[in-house]
């Protein structure tokens, strides 16, 4: 979609027999990332408790930001006058901001009753009324208040294009409505259509805004988001609808459940571009990092690594260890021998249980540290597994490394 010979563009590597995953390389004007790539998650511009060029020696070649709460505090004004994000938050790689529709709009669902996401009906019933929420969506946009102070604040898809625009990530996303899965299908495809609406906004914005500033700008390439829900028809109609305006890329978001991700993924992915790069937003677990690429997801973000490393939570090839337990009191060993990260190098299970247990910040560090290694490592050995393997080197990876994961569960 852009008219400037810009320095953003994607090319496929080794594609998997029978399914839309590959390997890639996404080319952005700071810098590369080979695909499939795990995105840390910086939400208010610093991935919590780790320096930037300590984020850049684990190895990650990006950070996802969040629109929303930049707008909020500092103010897109402030990032944009510090030279836009990577270089406001000092970090040397690729960055990426998501258009604030999903924090908007968890603001918005106010459940009345708490249900289990993947037990109950979709019923809109259990939604509150639009009188009790932080957040309302009318057709032309989102009326939300902040999480901060209260205050009443609009964002429209011109809005979202403009704060992106000032906070200068190379990869935005156009604005959409992230429902849940208790919508009705009823209210989903009104959810769709208005998306898609949006999404043609977002295009026509992000057009005008990158023709005022010119060549000399660093281009940003946008993304629109497919949403659907559940719904097979619907993912396939919205990521045709955004297929015929042409961005970038494309991004992947919305309600999923768990055991679903993997099937919508792919439906999405088969009707998409091929050249086009693909980002799912927002996964989980470690298994789901396997059935993101397999379906054909490129890159993704994921806050898992470093939320569960906060509350002393980390990952081995044995499971999940929870490191605050006492039985860790004394062991001298590393968190996990076989990870060559400056945490399993420098320090004991045992300091970081008492680190953890006194509350003191670097605990949660080199917590963080160790999660993020894990998990760039895991989707490094992904990537070669793919060029070197294909289909069934993914396959047999997949099921030596979570086979060995959940047999271990030693949290
Ligand atoms: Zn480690």
Not at 28 to 46: C, K, Q, Y
Not at 367 to 396: E, P, Q, W, Y
Request: net charge neutral; glycine share 12%.
């Amino acid at each position: 979609m852009t008219s400037y010979p810009a320095p953003f563009w994607f090319e496929v590597g080794t594609r998997l027999e029978g399914s839309p995953g590959r390997t890639g390389r996404l080319i952005t004007p700071h810098g590369e990332i080979r695909t499939p790539a795990f995105i840390p998650v910086g939400t208010a511009a610093t991935v919590k408790g780790v320096l930037p060029e300590t984020m850049a020696a684990l190895g990650a070649s990006a950070i996802l930001a969040n629109a929303y709460h930049l707008y909020l505090r500092p103010g897109a004004e402030v990032v944009e006058a510090a030279g836009g994000l990577a270089a406001f938050m000092n970090w040397p790689g690729v960055t990426f901001t998501d258009s604030g529709g999903f924090q908007v709009l968890s603001l918005g669902a106010g459940f009345k009753k708490v249900l289990a996401m993947d037990a109950g009906i979709p019923d809109d019933a259990v939604i509150a009324p639009r009188s009790q929420r932080l957040a309302v969506v009318d057709d032309d946009g989102v009326t939300f208040r902040s999480h901060l102070d209260g205050s009443r604040h609009r964002f429209t898809p011109e809005v979202s294009m403009q704060v992106q625009h000032r906070l200068g990530a190379d990869v935005i996303f156009a604005f959409d409505e992230c429902t849940t899965l208790m919508n009705t299908r009823a209210y989903q495809e009104a959810s769709v259509a208005r998306t898609a609406a949006w999404a043609r906004r977002c295009a026509a914005e992000h057009r005008r805004l990158t023709d005022v500033a010119g060549p000399d700008r660093a281009y940003q390439g946008l993304f629109g988001v497919v949403q659907g829900a559940q719904y097979e028809d619907l993912r396939r109609q919205a990521a045709r609808d955004l297929r015929s305006l042409g961005f970038d890329g494309y991004g992947i978001g919305g309600a999923l459940e768990k055991q679903e991700l993997g099937r919508i993924v792919r439906w999405v992915c088969e009707e998409l571009p091929d050249g086009a790069p693909r980002h799912l937003l927002g996964i989980s677990g470690l298994d789901d990092l396997f059935s993101a690429v397999e379906a054909g997801a490129d890159t993704f973000d994921c806050v898992a690594p470093s939320r569960t490393a906060r509350h002393g939570r980390v990952y081995t090839p044995d499971g999940p260890l929870a490191l605050k337990r006492a039985g860790l009191k004394a062991d001298c060993g590393p968190i996990d021998p076989e990870c060559d990260c400056y945490t399993c190098a420098h320090y004991t299970r045992a300091y970081l249980n008492h680190l953890l247990r006194s509350g003191e910040m670097v605990g949660a560090t080199l917590a963080t540290v160790h999660n993020i290694r894990f998990v760039v490592r895991l989707v490094d050995a992904m990537r070669t597994a793919i060029d070197t393997g294909g289909a069934a080197g993914l396959a047999g990876l997949r099921t030596q490394v979570l086979g060995r994961y959940f047999a271990g569960g030693r949290g």
